[in-house]
């Protein structure tokens, strides 16, 4: 059974950073890009940024370059994504995504997709 779970959403003041993790299970790892996707109220999800497992490929969405981290641990089966200076239009949910196309950034890309995690981030 394949599964994502993403932690570390919640609530941050504008300025500031956040750190969350989506850990996968059910999948070899090595074998699978992972992505990350956000979704604010009425709106449509969209791309964040991805990377494949050794990180020789990686991508992020261009007016968020600069901001974004994108890290992967092997050995945890864990990808993590960094922000910083957020913004309250950087509120939305975010989530975690795996899929085994190469250079995968389109949602209908990606096979398998965690619950999400919220944040929100107060002006």
């Known amino acids: 059974q394949v599964q994502l779970v993403e932690s570390g959403g919640g609530l941050v003041q504008t300025g500031g950073s956040l750190s969350l993790a989506c850990v996968i299970s059910?999948?070899?790892?090595?074998?699978?890009?992972t992505g990350w996707f956000r979704q604010a109220p009425g709106k449509e999800r969209e791309f964040v940024g991805a990377?494949?497992?050794?990180?020789?490929?990686?991508s992020v969405r261009d007016h968020m370059k600069g901001r974004v981290t994108i890290s992967r641990d092997n050995a945890k089966n864990t990808v993590y994504l960094q922000m910083t200076s957020l913004a309250p239009e950087d509120t939305a949910v975010y989530y975690c995504?795996?899929?085994?196309?190469?250079?995968?950034?389109?949602?209908?890309?990606?096979?398998?997709w965690g619950h999400g995690t919220q944040v929100t981030v107060s002006s």
């Open positions: 995504a795996a899929s085994t196309l190469w250079g995968a950034t389109g949602s209908s890309q990606y096979d398998f």
């Open positions: 059910g999948l070899t790892f090595r074998d699978i890009y």
């Open positions: 990377k494949n497992w050794n990180g020789n490929w990686e």
